[in-house]
């Protein structure tokens, strides 16, 4: 951490901050500049957690150096992560392809899908019975008869279930249910909810918050990976920006971002990051190339008749065509879909 | 609503759509121009949240154009709301400070600020117990303890005390203690939180999420409303964009457009919107003139010692002179400041 | 376009607005809802553009339903376009690459960058003589000297020089060098630059800005190919956002948006969008797959040494690893590279 | 400047990039921490500017720590800067109102408009007559006609005019009629621009760029400044954000963190900001009152008839009453209005 040091800091200002920092055993290498003079510190900061120097006399900023996050942090795991689920695998040399639809709407729809996405090979089956809407006036999902469903489509096909979970009280009824917590962009900064998932044990997929720096989401899994869960995989899933041709922004250049930061795996979500069924396809590819873990894709039997997000769904003859051209893809990529 | 066609929709396709509407009671007025064509749909669209148009063969878009939130909608209740919490006022010709730390650090802090503002006539405490924070290494908050201490300030000194609860958990420990809850940046797409604080049926400062819309904003209203409690006060606390100069952006058209919009009253936040303590004071001005129904205002006895945000703490000194300033601009405004 | 009517609008205001429709020999459609009333308009609205009524009385707001761009506009021409530059093609089955230094710096520079780019089969040769740099205190490119080396190297080893002009005289200058001309991100809405480069004749590289919306830069597009220049190539280099990790946001998403709005050849720019050289060969390959018709790639012989950018640029050794990798990716998509 | 290494940086990295800035006379300070090095660079650091540090083998990133502008900067220039125009001044103690017609439509429209003006006291008359817009089938603006008019409008009221120029042929035309420049927000990044108008020798007022960070902004001023003019008035006009409802997002935070990096008088412009009438009053109120030095508003005899912009323009009446509860505000804040 640097300490920049106001134009008009006084000797004594500065020798108070170096007290500080000498008092918590680090140590302040001084940089005297003619308009200013910067503090380097050296030693493990977060031990001024508690101190509070960016509002002491004199202080002008702090500049980060290092980052503040560690267990998911590659300078202390270089190696990439690898999570294990059911037997399936997502990380290292797969390319994990997470499908179904926004919403449980029904014991028909969902096994209906999970029977085909399982035709094809696919392993994770997503599904909502939780929704958390802008509106309270939308569709909020089935709840735990939701959870029933998914789990008879899972018993019956051998696929991992991926299901969201919105606060304590949801996570505690979906735990018995699902194989993978999975943490939506509304709820990256609800940060007693990770703790408790951390607790859960089981792996989580976690969503970047719809305005989350990546530096912010790596801070969220650390919330959980603290509570002893390793299994964290993150997920892009588009940014808030001011382009309007798309719902969100995808931020495709987060993955190489965290392939350098993170050890963890990362999916991208194009059906949330674009809203738009038409540009699923060509960003699953670009998910593929760009090196991604994978993706995860809404799929409906019948997208127009889908109680939420029907117009970015695939439906199953979309979906299918949509594999096919990137099973190549991840031949030439050195990658294994699915399982 | 309209439902804007794509130029290639079928005669059939425009059918379907009109036997969906017809079916739910909608009336379809159809516009048909060289291009395309355009169904305006006329009645109760919330029916419709249901169907799933979006995804019907031949539609291109939705373009909405009344807003899904009412309780929270001017156009259903044109006078302001004006809500009493412990015999002070917030809305109306109110213009109220809420004031105090952002983390309650001790016994002596909460009670020697707390004394410090009601001697200058400040009647809404604030202080944090349960501190969402980016890094998991980062100070939590005293949790119940803390609320303890805000209690005992409470008491001695007649303030209401507003304080942020982050889950259903911390709503639960709370809401013995607190006369408003708040609900945080992080926090307003909890909307099971908003739920729950809505059946509480205590006052309920929601501050705008980190990237919201005004439009997602009301609609997080909305589900307080919904279970029953009106006494909702926004609060404009800045939103993310590219500048850094300042920690967020202090979105004041927001104040004009929530009246437009809404009967609700709206503080604003300068602390946290800039994260500067040199800009709150000429941003409190602001928020004065442009019309808004108070502010929010970190004030510390020694912001260089804080646990949390000290950088954008007001000290007792410098909080006196901003309310000194403040009052003559109160006074031409025709508003009452603080109680 | 749809017209919003305000829900107190009276009935002489929806008159009003109905008589200025018709005295353009447009057609009104009435909806009148419960709330308010709407006004679809039927017919070719570019004849309202100098009328006002989002500003007449009664008139809540305008919502556009077609786009106002039309010579770049799918909808008017729906087969892709093609463009052919001194023999080599931007568009349809080619992905091309323009390569070369962001700055010119020296005549052995851009020769031996010119010589090694031929030798791999690179085909445009991109270099910048006029930088607009964001402080007058940066280097601000060698102007018409650069230029000089650029032909000199375009004449020894046939490519085609692609080069920014940033203001009418910088294109004056440049008119006799230059194969292709390059509009910069900060140049996109110079509207005067855009007609005189429309004028000038020859294939256009138009850069999205800094934040333009897909809208804006099709409309930017429109003034090109309005003064007769077809030939207008899409460049995506990012948009500004909120994430520091990278210089900009590289929008991926734009490109299926292109290609669903547009019959403009589109590329990316990974090398300003990221900033950062580690993120510019994942990029490239995501834009391979996702359906760009090329990409722009800053190359220096010794990027520590570069006067400009050379954070980003790629080494030799990079860029010809860079090709290797795109090549079965081009051949898996049925793309040829380069020529 | 600080010179942040890669964890994994070699002794050598280093050693190189200190004799990089020794041969520049810098002086290095290193800090040598358990993960990383960082090293303080002492010294004027605007001699590195053709060097390129960060693409040196070892070097993470570089992080400035003073600001690149020096003309514009409040550190060598504590006292704030008046200027003075045709015997009216803008900043001091002076709140200075610009207002006029988004566009200059008629001689009868801008001499009605300004005689109204000049009977409410205002000094400075805006009006366009190039209009940068961003569909080329909207208006363009009269041109010299219209700056015939303005002429014509200011030679009888005695006010002083301020109109934008596009470009170095439009600025070139204008330069005999007006008595302050304005450079748009779509220009603010066209340098040559900038230094042109630098080399006019007349005020200049310099809108914020579209989505032009404050630092950017103050390096603009800074290419009009080192051409030996110092008459430059910033205007901030909102910067794009994803909020919808208004047209920017009026960042007014902007005016104190300008007060505190600059000298320069800044102004606010809320009927761009915004592009809603109803809201152009509340802000100019916030205006006044975070301390900006005036504001620029449109105002229109008949908005509803206007050739661009109406909704977002007041009309006399609108206007005269705006003043009027600007006034006693004034009065308050020690601000002399107008003149």
């Known amino acids: 951490m640097i300490i920049v040091m106001k134009p008009d800091a006084s000797q004594n200002n500065i020798q108070r901050v170096i007290e500080v920092l000498e008092k918590k055993q680090l140590k ?6 003619k308009q200013l003079t910067i503090i ?50 997502i990380g290292g040399n797969s390319f994990s392809v997470v499908a179904g639809p926004c919403s449980v709407e029904s014991r028909e729809q969902i096994l209906e899908t999970a029977r085909f996405l399982k035709s094809l090979g ?8 939780f929704k958390p809407r802008t509106s309270p006036y939308a569709f909020q999902g089935l709840g735990q008869q939701g959870l029933e469903y998914l789990k008879e489509a899972a018993d019956e096909t051998g696929m991992a279930i991926v299901t969201e979970v919105t606060s304590l009280k949801t996570l505690e009824i979906a735990v018995d249910y ?10 990256m900064h609800s940060f007693e909810l990770l703790k408790e998932v951390g ?29 002893g869960n390793n299994q964290v995989i993150l997920c892009e899933r588009g940014i808030r920006t001011f382009e309007t041709a798309t719902r969100n922004t995808l931020d495709i250049s987060a993955i190489p971002v965290i392939r350098s930061k993170s050890h963890l795996p990362v999916l991208i979500d194009p059906s949330h990051a674009t809203g738009v069924r038409d540009y699923v ?11 991604s ?47």
Chains 1, 2, 3, 4 share one sequence.
């Not at 607790?199 to 509570?227: C, F, Q």
């Open 122 to 129: 696919v392993s994770f089956l997503r599904g909502g019975t």
């Open 281 to 291: 396809t060509p960003l699953c590819k670009a998910a593929l190339a760009v090196g």
């Open 40 to 89: 380097g510190v050296v030693g493990d900061k977060s031990i001024l957690s508690e101190s509070n120097l960016e509002a002491m006399d004199g202080v002008d900023k702090l500049v980060p150096i290092t980052e503040s996050y560690k267990l998911s942090n590659r300078k202390f795991k270089p190696e990439p992560s690898v999570i294990k689920v059911k037997g399936f695998t």
């Open 199 to 227: 607790k859960a044990g089981k792996p989580v997929v976690l969503k970047r918050g719809l305005s989350a720096t990546i530096d912010e989401w790596l801070n969220a899994a650390e919330y959980i990976m603290r509570e």
């Open 293 to 339: 873990d994978g993706i995860m894709v809404e799929v409906h039997p019948t997208p127009s008749k889908a109680l939420s997000d029907g117009a970015q769904s695939l439906n199953f003859e979309e979906f299918q065509n949509m594999l096919s051209e990137l099973k190549p893809l991840a031949d030439l990529c050195g990658k294994v879909m699915s399982k």
């Open 178 to 187: 699902v194989d993978v917590f999975q943490i939506g962009a509304r709820n």
């Open 28 to 33: 302040a290498h001084l940089s005297t500049g």
